[in-house]
Structure formats: structure tokens, C-alpha cells
């Protein structure tokens, strides 16, 4: 119970300092609303490219929103030693991180309806089975987030941060099949796109937009969650070793 | 022992509030903290002095749990924590040298959070803040956010935040650096109250003058190792029927000492750059040193006695001029 009265007060003292900060919000409106303008008029088509597009647009919301805000809640932390107030904190290393990173899985979450709201105004979505949809954008959020505190714990500044994380999203933006299908691309590249969480995490959207997914949905979601265990597995060790000498 | 603090320290037969075994912490070929061994009774307060890099913080962030001992034994109360230091977290309140709540927040906020951290309900923890304010003569500002405060409301807001949970054990680390006067008089006098109330303290500080006023037994630590650990009486004891005299020279003379050492062979001379501290089981007579010096073209700019000290009990044991203390603090208090 102790330790639950800690995780609520850290996840609401970042969504306060962070998550609802006009600048905060104004990228988790601003960065997906460019991103489908960008991409509607990119492909010169009509209303009715609105479906193959919304998978892409709402997956590259969700990583760049989550991995860009980890950077600032955790290494900003690390660096000004608050964070160390946390990991003197009675409360186990894993509830600790989980956390600090609740808000941005919400955030996350929150930034892809953005994109979606705006494609509801815009074409009818009544096709959409919302019920692999939700869990996939969550999911999508989980692996994006630990994807951003996995590289937020390996390095000590806000701008290592961000570059290195600009390392990985840039490339999985380009070889999960978000916008290119995995099939089309050079046969020496499609093994690195079977080991990005994003290509499931693309494959369960395509598949709940309009029904176009390449793999099972089922493995899809369970690829997601190893992915995702993984990573926070992974972010453990390394908080173990580069922050606890 | 100070007065009045013989009713907060417990009585002999209960366990240490803190225990340390041969604890070493080494990173790479570097010995950090090498084999110390220390009790912390229930109740006292234990100062550990030394000089920078001594291996007084990595000592702290050992018992706290930020570092993770190369050897040796950590026990809270009588119970052995080594393996998981996270277990005996809920009896501890950390003070690091770094003020580090969150500037974004107010006062009252940073306090409430940190009360959650350990599993404070918020009516409790309310309470309990809007009470400290009140205490650390920050009631005023409660509402102002941290990153506004000045550096001495900082250290007491983060004192405060430290002892939100009501810790059996507070760890301070160099509490009073980089403050002004009168904010680091009255964080002691917090600190002796805290004490009085029946908190164990562990006092890492730059400040001789300081821990021998507050602390009940102090150990020096010098590159890792504890090379003494007594009480402020005990200690005194060394330097006890000693007469020191300091003498601040026109420039550095290296062969100064050994000179005066030879023609007064009952003093004992000390050089730290151009001050020279010359020691004698008797009283110093200035004047035939002065001439001596006059002879041989030393100019003396300043002489002056030393009171017996800590101090002087910290330059014995340690080799460590006060100088260097000095200028390390000056350079630690320029940088907070």
C-alpha cells in the first residue's frame, strides 16, 4: 500500500510538471496534427487514403511523443540529482520505474487520438476494429516509452538523449512497414525489420484499420509484450549498474 | 558528550543505529573506501570528517543504498542490511550536499511528495510538512517554488524534506556549505534539536569547528581509511597540554622547518605553503623564534596562537594542513 502511495504521487507530480505543461501539450497536439498534414498531402490523394495512412501517422505519434518526454523526465532528473530522492526511496526498483514512466505511456496514448480524431472528422472509420486497435496503441505506447527510458538510462545528458534516441526512431520509422510495406524493401534490410517492436506494433495497426496485417494479430500482440519486457528488463539492469556504482 | 544530550543517547546494551565492517568500496584499481570499520550509537551524533576524495560520500551513498559495497557489512539496528540496504531505506533520511528537491515545485509540495515517497497518507503528510515549514522558518514561503528560494532556505527545505518521515537515522551531508552565517547557525541548532528528540545523525562535513561543536565522537577519514575515532573529549586529549603557534611568512621558505626544528629541538614544525604551525609541549616563546627567523632573512608577516582544537587534533592525525581543509572548503562553498 506504502509503496502504491509513491507510485501515485510520482506518475501525478510528472504528469503535472511535465505532461501538462503547455509546451508538452502543444507538441502532443502540434507534432501528430503535422504529421498527418504532411502525409495527406504528400500522397496527393483523396479522403480515401485517410485508412492506409492512419496506422503510420498514429504510430510515429506515439514514439516520438513518449521517447522525446523520457529524455526530459529522467535524464533532466538524473542530472539534477532528484532523481536520486527516488532511488533513496523505500519503493522496489521496478515500481520506481514504472512510475516514471506511466505518464509517458499515457501521453503516448493520448497523442495518438489525436490523429485519429482528426481522421474520424474526415472519413468514416466505422471499419475500425477498435478492439485490437486500443490495446494495440497501448501496447505501442508501453514498448515506445521502455524504448525511451532504455536510451534516457544509458546516457547522462538531455541532448544524448535525444540523439541517440533519433537513432533508432528514425530508421524504425522507414522499416517497420508503417508506410512501405516490409515486402517492398531490399531483402538485406527486412531482418532489421523483424527485430523493431514497431513492425508488430504497425502490423496490429494495419490490422485493426483495415484488416491489412501481414502476421497473425495474436503474435503480433505477444511479440509487443516480449518486446516490452525486454527492454524493461534490460533498463533494470542498466539502472543497476550505471546508477546504483 | 554534549549537556543535555545524555537522555537521547541509548544506553550501551542496544544495537548500533548503525554498524560497519571492514565496508570497502573500489572502482577499478581505485580503493575508494578501504575496509572501514564503525558503530553509530542510537541517538548520537557521529561526525565524519576529511578532506576532499576521502571517501566520506562514497561511504554515504554505501549506507544509503547508491553505491554498492565492495566488501564488508552495513547493519541498521542490529540487522544486517548488506545485500539490500533498499530494506533499512524506510529508516533513513538522506541529506545530500546537493540540495536536489524539484525547483518546479513549491515548498509544501516538495515536502508532501517526499512524504509519499515513503508511504505517507496525504492527510499525514500535510500535516506534517505545514509543520516543518513552520520549525525551519520557512512557513512564509511555502508557497514559493524551490528553484526561487535562496541557497540557505534550499539546505533547510531540504533538511526538512529529509526528516518529513520521521527517520530514526538522518544522514547529512555537508550540511552548512556554500551558506551564510547565520542560516548555518541556525541549521545546527535545528540539527541539536532534531538530536535532542532522539535522532541518530551522520555529519559528513569540511567544518572542524562545527563538528566539534555538534558531534559526540567524530572519526577521520583520510583516502578511505578511518586513521582516528573518539569522542570530542577524547580527541581534545591529544593535543592536550600542547601549544601551537602559527607563523604566516613573507613567501615559502622549505627549508624553514627544518632549520627551526634544529635550533629549538622542543618544537615540532609543520609547513603548509608559507605558513608554518610549530607545535611544543611547553609554552612558544615568539620572540628568540622571530630573531631566529629575522637572522636568516624570514620575514614573518603574522604570528598568532592557536587555541588547542579539533583542528589541531585533524593536522596530527592526518597530516592535513588546515590550509588545504580551508581552501577546499572555500572552493566547495564558491561552487554550491
Redesign the interface.
Known amino acids: ?3 502504491w ?2 507510485f ?3 506518475f501525478w ?1 510528472d504528469v503535472r ?1 511535465y505532461y501538462l505543461k503547455p509546451p508538452n501539450v502543444s507538441w502532443g497536439l502540434l507534432f501528430p496534427l503535422a504529421w498527418t498534414g504532411m502525409f495527406f498531402i504528400k500522397s496527393g490523394s483523396g479522403l480515401e487514403t485517410i485508412p492506409a495512412l492512419l496506422p503510420g501517422v498514429v504510430a510515429i505519434s506515439i514514439l516520438f511523443g513518449t521517447t522525446s518526454l523520457l529524455a526530459v523526465t529522467v535524464t533532466f532528473e538524473k542530472r ?3 532523481f ?10 521496478e515500481l520506481l520505474m514504472l512510475a516514471k514512466t506511466a505518464g509517458a505511456i499515457l501521453f503516448g496514448v493520448a497523442n495518438a487520438f489525436v490523429p485519429i480524431l482528426l481522421a474520424a472528422l474526415l472519413t468514416n472509420l466505422g471499419g475500425v476494429a477498435w478492439t485490437s486497435l486500443i490495446p494495440g496503441i497501448v501496447l505501442i505506447a508501453v514498448a515506445s516509452t521502455f524504448l525511451g527510458l532504455f536510451v534516457a538510462v544509458a546516457v547522462k545528458e538531455v541532448f544524448e538523449a535525444q540523439t541517440l534516441s533519433n537513432f533508432f526512431r528514425f530508421p524504425m520509422v522507414f522499416l517497420c512497414g508503417l508506410f512501405f510495406p516490409i515486402a517492398q524493401l531490399p531483402g538485406w534490410l527486412r531482418p532489421l525489420s523483424y527485430v523493431l517492436p514497431l513492425t508488430y506494433g504497425a502490423d496490429i495497426l494495419h490490422g485493426a484499420v483495415r484488416r491489412a496485417n501481414t502476421l497473425p494479430l495474436a503474435l503480433d500482440f505477444l511479440l509487443v509484450v516480449v518486446f516490452c519486457g525486454t527492454l524493461f528488463f534490460l533498463t533494470l539492469v542498466n539502472v543497476k549498474r550505471k546508477w ?2 | 558528550m554534549r549537556a543535555g544530550q545524555q537522555e537521547a543517547v541509548t544506553s550501551l546494551g542496544d544495537p548500533p543505529a548503525i554498524e560497519v565492517e571492514g565496508l570497502a568500496k573500489r ?1 577499478g584499481d581505485v580503493t575508494a573506501v578501504d575496509g572501514i570499520s564503525f558503530a553509530v550509537r542510537q541517538g548520537e551524533i557521529f561526525g565524519f570528517l576529511g578532506p576532499n576524495g576521502a571517501g566520506k560520500t562514497t561511504t554515504i ?1 554505501m549506507l ?5 559495497p565492495s566488501g564488508g557489512t552495513i547493519r541498521y539496528f542490529g540487522r544486517d542490511h548488506t545485500s539490500s540496504v ?2 533499512a ?2 529508516l ?1 533520511g ?1 541529506v ?1 550536499d ?1 540540495s ?6 513549491d515548498g509544501f509540495e516538495n515536502l ?3 512524504g ?6 496525504r492527510p499525514e503528510r500535510e500535516a506534517r510538512a505545514r509543520d516543518l515549514l513552520e520549525t525551519f522558518g520557512l512557513a512564509a514561503v511555502g508557497s514559493r517554488r524551490f528553484g526561487q528560494y535562496s541557497k540557505g532556505m534550499k539546505r533547510k527545505l531540504t533538511i526538512a ?1 529529509g526528516i518529513m518521515h520521521r527517520p530514526p537515522v538522518l544522514f547529512l551531508d555537508e550540511p552548512t556549505t556554500g551558506i551564510d552565517v547565520a542560516s548555518a547557525r541556525q541549521i545546527r541548532q535545528l540539527l541539536a534539536g532534531l538530536n535532542a528528540a532522539g535522532t541518530t545523525i551522520f555529519l559528513t562535513t569540511h567544518y572542524i569547528e562545527e563538528a566539534e561543536r555538534l558531534c559526540d565522537r567524530i572519526g577521520f577519514i583520510v583516502s578511505g581509511r578511518i586513521v582516528a575515532l573518539d569522542t570530542v573529549d577524547s580527541l581534545l586529549q591529544e593535543v592536550k597540554g600542547q601549544h601551537a603557534v602559527e607563523l604566516l611568512l613573507s613567501e615559502e621558505r622549505t627549508a624553514a622547518c627544518a632549520e627551526i626544528s634544529e635550533a629549538f629541538p622542543d618544537l615540532r614544525c609543520q609547513a603548509t605553503g608559507s605558513r608554518l604551525r610549530l607545535m611544543s609541549p611547553k609554552p612558544v616563546s615568539l620572540f628568540p623564534l622571530l630573531r631566529f627567523l629575522d637572522e636568516r632573512d624570514v620575514r614573518v608577516f603574522e604570528a598568532r596562537v592557536v587555541r588547542q582544537s579539533l583542528e589541531e587534533v585533524f593536522v596530527r592525525v592526518t597530516g592535513i594542513g588546515v590550509d588545504e581543509m580551508r581552501k577546499e572548503r572555500e572552493k566547495q562553498g564558491a561552487a554550491a
Do not use: D, W
Not at chain 2, 509519499?116 to 497518507?121: R, V
Open positions: 500500500m506504502k509503496a502511495i509513491a501515485g504521487q510520482i507530480k510538471t539534477g540529482r532528484s536520486e530522492r527516488l532511488l533513496l526511496a523505500p519503493i522496489p526498483l546504483i556504482l | 572502482f551513498n544509503t543504498g547508491l553505491a554498492r533498499k530494506s531505506q524506510h533513513m538522506v545530500p546537493e536536489n528537491l524539484y525547483p518546479e515545485l508532501c511528495f517526499c509519499a515517497l515513503y508511504g505517507m497518507p524534506a
